[in-house]
């Protein structure tokens, strides 16, 4: 009975979902696409790639929501009461919907780590074509179009029908501003090449305007050129204006656009480079103070005798620090002359290459704290996108589970009450979701608790309204009695 009462209201929800999605994306972008010449076939292909995403969004709403209209309306008719008393348990009533709701999971499972990341991909490239395209070659009266590069056009007016033009004026910029060429004519007609490429304007009854280069042996001199005629057909080239598209695996994946498998391995790989920049780090760490090498030159050009013990410049500084730390920075010379048995030069040698060694090893370790909280902000935003993926797909799975002993409680067998119940989980979900992932990329949470807390509250709710509804909490005592009581329901 639930196969078959559940797929009708779970098609019906998924078509109407995915109608006013697809309005919303038509009402958001159609000025983007409206007047720049584009093909049908790449608006109908833009639309195709972003109708991914939307049934991502879809599928669980429409899950939901037909899971509610068909329990309640189990119930509301009456149906549930008669299941029951003939010894059907909640558990043998729902396990056709669980079954649904994990062919459903296992589907967006695949469709969410595979197939949406390369939709988005070819969206992307394709917005990118789109941007780049030109909008077509549209002359409006008493308006400059300048959307041909080095070429500026006003006419009076236009004859849609018959495409005729008045009082017509074209300046050519193509030898640059200053080598400006003028054209005016009294009329004109516009016609187009078969493939569309090139534009011709047969001008009529005018004048051209230019400067003309001349050369003479080795001067080169202008003079100013003024041409009349009656008629002049005057070409364009609108192969700029035309939609192109460029190679799609050219271009750079991010996080929406990478499979699930893909992202994993960056994560590993990023995880991998930390725990060994972590490594390197404390292992320099650890032997700061400890050099045996022999010093056999300072900075300072003071030889250091190879007779003489070998001597690390951070334990002896650090031997004589107290004493040092007495000294005012005047003193500090005589505060070195305390070493015994030392040649104050080679005292201050040390001394100095001490500090050099302290402000290496302090800028190695704030690049590598830089480099560490870098290759963990790369590694978590991947690793968010990859559990959003799967936590999205699991909530259909869940959404059965919550939407089964709901309905049955409820009784919420019409469409008002089944929407109205399925708006408030789902805007409770979407917004734990949303929030944390914000703070899944900020580093406030850990990806997975980020991206599975609104997975985990949801199936904690639905696990109580299973407990509920099997023990008929309604029309007995309270939950912890019946549990401690352990009576059937």
């Not at 001067?219 to 002049?232: A, G, S």
């Not at 700029?240 to 590993?268: C, H, K, N, W, Y």
């Not at 963990?376 to 991947?382: H, I, L, N, P, T």
Request: some cysteine; hydrophobic content about 45%; overall charge positive.
């Amino acid at each position: 009975m639930v196969i078959r009462m559940f797929p009708g209201p779970f098609a019906g929800w998924l078509g109407a979902l995915m109608f006013l999605l697809v309005m919303q994306f038509l009402i958001r972008y159609m000025y983007l696409l409206v007047g720049r010449g584009l093909p049908v076939t790449a608006v109908v292909e833009l639309i195709a790639y972003s109708l991914a995403y939307m049934l991502v969004l879809a599928v669980p709403m429409s899950v939901l929501i037909a899971t509610l209209m068909t329990y309640g309306r189990l119930a509301e008719t009456g149906a549930y009461a008669v299941i029951k008393t003939a010894g059907v348990s909640l558990a043998q009533l729902i396990w056709p919907s669980l079954g649904i709701g994990i062919l459903i999971t296992g589907i967006m499972w695949h469709f969410n780590s595979v197939v949406l990341p390369e939709a988005n991909y070819r969206a992307k490239t394709l917005w990118g074509d789109i941007r780049d395209k030109k909008p077509g070659f549209e002359l409006e009266p008493g308006v400059f179009y300048e959307g041909i590069d080095d070429y500026s056009i006003l006419v009076k007016s236009i004859d849609r029908e018959t495409n005729r033009l008045s009082d017509i004026i074209i300046y050519d910029y193509s030898e640059g501003s200053r080598r400006r060429a003028e054209i005016k004519a009294v009329a004109g007609r516009l016609t187009t090449s078969e493939d569309g490429n090139e534009l011709e304007l047969l001008l009529e009854d005018g004048e051209l305007h230019r400067l003309v280069s001349e050369r003479s042996g080795s001067d080169r001199t202008e003079k100013y050129e003024r041409l009349e005629f009656e008629r002049y057909l005057f070409r364009l080239d609108l192969s700029d204006l035309a939609f192109r598209r460029r190679d799609p695996d050219g271009e750079r994946r991010s996080d929406r656009t990478m499979r699930s498998s893909e992202m994993q391995l960056i994560v590993d790989s990023l995880r991998a480079n930390s725990r060994k920049t972590r490594e390197e780090l404390a292992a320099k760490t650890l032997r700061l103070g400890d050099a045996t090498e022999e010093e056999t030159d300072s900075p300072g050009g003071v030889p250091i005798p190879a007779t003489s013990p070998p001597v690390s410049p951070v334990s002896l500084v650090a031997s004589r620090a107290p004493e040092l730390a007495t000294q005012e920075t005047s003193g500090v010379v005589e505060g070195i002359r305390h070493f015994e048995g030392i040649d104050p030069g080679r005292v201050r040698a040390v001394y100095n290459r001490a500090i050099q060694s302290a402000r290496l090893v302090r800028s190695h370790i704030d690049n590598s704290k830089r480099t560490l909280q870098w290759q963990k902000q790369r590694a978590d935003r991947f690793a968010v996108e990859i559990h959003k993926k799967y936590s999205i797909a699991v909530a259909c799975f869940i959404f059965v589970l919550v939407g089964a002993p709901l309905g049955l409680s409820i009784r919420g067998g019409s469409l008002g009450r089944s929407a109205i119940v399925s708006v408030a989980i789902l805007l409770f979900y979407w917004i734990t979701l949303v929030q944390g992932e914000k703070l899944a990329d900020r580093g406030l949470l850990e990806p997975w608790i980020g991206m599975w807390g609104a997975n985990i509250v949801t199936g904690l709710g639905a696990i109580w309204l299973f407990a509920y509804v099997y023990l008929d909490l309604r029309a007995t005592t309270t939950l912890i009695r019946r549990l401690i009581r352990r009576q059937p329901a």
